[in-house]
């Protein structure tokens, strides 16, 4: 990271900061909708979401600092200040998409069958891997190209998992006759949100892939 950020430790500091701001409220987010894909509305999800709600608000604050630092400070070059802003919106985007996932689940009231239960667990683990991976990706991207190209191919994979399960929650929407045509919409929307943070994560992660690519021409 140090060879992307060149000498600047403040910059480093705050980028640093604002992942691990982020990999908080994903797990909050994690904790929160196993809770109530399990049990339903309780106040404790209640209170893990006010919790998500200020993790991406801090994570907001620190992502502004770091912009306000690199118009006023000047430290990276064009080109690679580019690529850093490019890595910073995709990490922040995982809070973000955390806090509007949840909000959008606790104000329906969802009858989610056992195996759904299940699969959308499964979910959200695999997603919160990969964004394990994409911090260590980010860390190596410079370091070791090799390393940071590996973690890269694994977080494509989780993706490709967690498509398949998209899918095969969406083909078990489609045959539940309990359902009306209105729920199964509001289901599928709510399978699409929580997706698309394992979508965002892998967007990083092909960030990281071409600034790899360019440092080999």
Known sequence: MKDLLGESEQLIELYNEHSRTVRSCLKCYVKAMKQYISEGFTEEVSEMRDDVKKLETEADEVR???????IEKRFLIPNTRRDFLNLLKFTDKVADYSESSLDYVVLQSMD????????LQEILEITESQFEKLEKAIGYVFDDNQKAFDLVNEIGLLESEIDNLERELIDRLSHRDDLSFGLKSLYRDYLTMMANISDIIEDAADEIELIIALKRL
């Open 64 to 70: 502004r600092k770091i912009v306000r630092l690199l």
């Open 112 to 119: 989610i069958t056992e195996v759904g239960q299940q699969k």
